[in-house]
């Protein structure tokens, strides 16, 4: 009488969907799949028809330490014939109406998980001041300020990104500002010092940008990496810090003004560092630099590290062309740990020229339709990755927790949303399979690229004939038309 009850006591699978397929979406399905109820499949949703989100399209190129981390997930998937990858489907935002929407995701899966990260930049809008010192019409920004997220996009190769660089500056170094004091800053600036220097040939970058990025670096390059708060508040780790200052010693020079970080030290700042021993490791590098005499004979690129600084206006020519960035002297204020900034009533404005300025502030996400009321501050609401008042929809990685942590950070968050599903799920649901999601998407009219696909762009890219030199990990497909084709088999 026993047996035939044994398949009514087994747990009934669920179908789980996540949007991404970058680090958190990875490791959430690991999680799943190797949970006491995993789902029946997992199917995970991106816009690129390649995988592996910041890794393939974020992580600064020469970082091919981190990128590795793409490996990690192949063996993810070879793992587990439950997992599905659907390449070229955006799932809609408001401002993505022809995407596929997340209520026919809801409808058909059990689980829908966001995991897509961050996809919008902070904003920076501020006056643009023409020579004369009035404002110029128009309310756009010069073409050469750019996102950091442009920036990146661009050398690392993400199909479709071509910002509005500057031409070479012809005879000088090419001045640039970096806004915002974190790791980002740091990899942009790295990027652009190290292509002056002719060091990007053994990365992923692709040919295309190594080449451009080169030609408007060849007579140097002067970086100022411009925080509005002070030393004691940047961001940025003094593992990213001391790669550039270690780097090809004699190759650049670095600077931080002895005031600025004077200024930076008062009693409240003193009480954050004191006994923080990373923040502690980095205020000694930072004085170290603060202190360095210049070398000699002077190199053609050089790092600046300004601080209690805050944006005022872009400077522009008659012709509405960046020519640099209007700083307000700022003091600090307040409790340490809170620490406030306001303008400096006795310091006048600082001027630093710059023929690109780069918007490094942090990322926000962007909602998705459907679920903008449970999103506020660009971050949705949430328990343990579970949305608040949404049945069946959690979260995992930047669009959960905000723009912050490393790659290996992704992997306990990914873990506690992982309990949450379990907890609702594991026992209930629908169990489609791949077949099933196939012929779900074949109905909706939906042209998706697959893991084969991607297989097929990943032989291209390492083929040895592509690649600039011997070093190079793959010379990445860019163009967004023969990156599908290829995907697609077609090419």
């Known amino acids: 009488m026993l047996a035939p009850l044994l398949p ?14 970058g680090p958190s979406a990875f490791y959430l399905a690991k999680s799943l799949l190797l949970s006491p109820s995993p789902p029946s499949s997992v199917s995970l949703f991106d816009a690129s028809p390649a995988p592996f989100g910041l890794i393939r399209d974020g992580v600064a190129p020469d970082h091919q330490d981190v990128k590795n981390a793409a490996n990690d997930y192949t063996r993810i998937f070879a793992a587990h014939p439950q997992l599905s990858f659907y390449g070229n489907v955006p799932v809609g935002t ?18 829908v998980a966001l995991a897509s990260g961050c996809q919008a930049d902070r904003s920076l809008p501020l006056p643009v001041l023409g020579p004369a010192g009035a404002p110029l019409p128009g309310a756009n920004p010069p073409a050469q300020v750019l996102t950091s997220r442009e920036l990146v996009g661009f050398y690392n190769g993400r199909a479709g990104a071509s910002p509005a660089l500057p031409a070479a500056p012809g005879g000088r170094p090419l001045r640039a500002v970096v806004i915002g004091a974190g790791n980002v800053s740091l990899d942009a600036s790295r990027v652009l010092l190290k292509a002056h220097l002719g060091q ?9 940008a190594v080449e451009k990025l080169a030609a408007i670096a060849e007579g140097g390059v002067e970086v100022a990496v411009v925080a509005r708060r002070g030393v ?11 790669e550039i200052f270690k780097a090809s010693p004699g190759s650049y020079a670095f600077s931080l003004p002895p005031e600025e970080l004077e200024r930076s030290m008062n009693a409240a700042t003193l009480a954050e560092i004191e006994g ?8 000694k590098l930072l004085r ?27 400077l522009a020519d008659a012709r509405g062309a960046l020519r640099g960035v209007r700083f307000r002297p700022q003091v600090l204020s307040g409790p340490a740990g809170s620490q406030a900034c306001a303008d400096d009533p006795a310091a006048a404005p600082v001027d630093v020229a710059c023929d690109l ?24 609401e949430h328990e343990a990755g579970k949305v608040k ?3 069946g929809v959690y979260l995992a990685g930047w669009v959960k927790r905000g723009a912050e942590g490393i790659v290996g950070t992704n992997i306990a968050c990914a873990k506690e949303t992982a309990r949450s599903i379990v907890e609702d799920f594991g026992g209930k649901g629908g169990g489609a399979g791949e077949a099933e999601v196939r012929e779900w998407l074949g109905g909706l009219g939906v042209e998706f690229t697959d893991w084969g696909g991607w297989e097929r762009v990943d032989e291209v890219e390492r083929d040895p004939a592509r690649k600039r030199c011997e070093e190079q990990p793959r010379e990445k497909v860019v163009d967004e038309r023969e990156l599908l084709e290829i995907a697609r088999g077609a090419a």
Request: proline share 11%; with cysteine; aromatic share 6%.
């Open 200 to 208: 990007l040939g053994a990365t992923d970058a692709p040919s295309g």
């Open 94 to 111: 408001a401002s993505s109406p022809g995407a596929l929407p997340l209520s026919e995701l809801r409808e058909f899966f059990d689980v």
């Open 389 to 391: 008042g949404e049945e």
């Open 357 to 380: 300025a780069v918007l490094s502030l942090g990322y926000v996400s962007t909602p998705l339709r459907g679920l903008e009321r449970r999103h506020k501050g660009g971050r949705y």
């Open 232 to 242: 004691g508040q940047v961001k940025f780790g003094i593992k990213e810090l001391r």
């Open 276 to 283: 923080v021993r990373p923040k502690e490791r980095l205020q």
């Open 8 to 21: 009514q006591c087994r747990p009934r699978l669920y179908s789980t969907a996540i949007v991404g397929s």
């Open 288 to 314: 170290t630099i603060s202190s360095s005499p210049p070398p000699t004979p002077p190199p053609a690129s050089s790092l600046s590290v300004r601080t209690l600084l805050s944006p005022a206006a872009y």
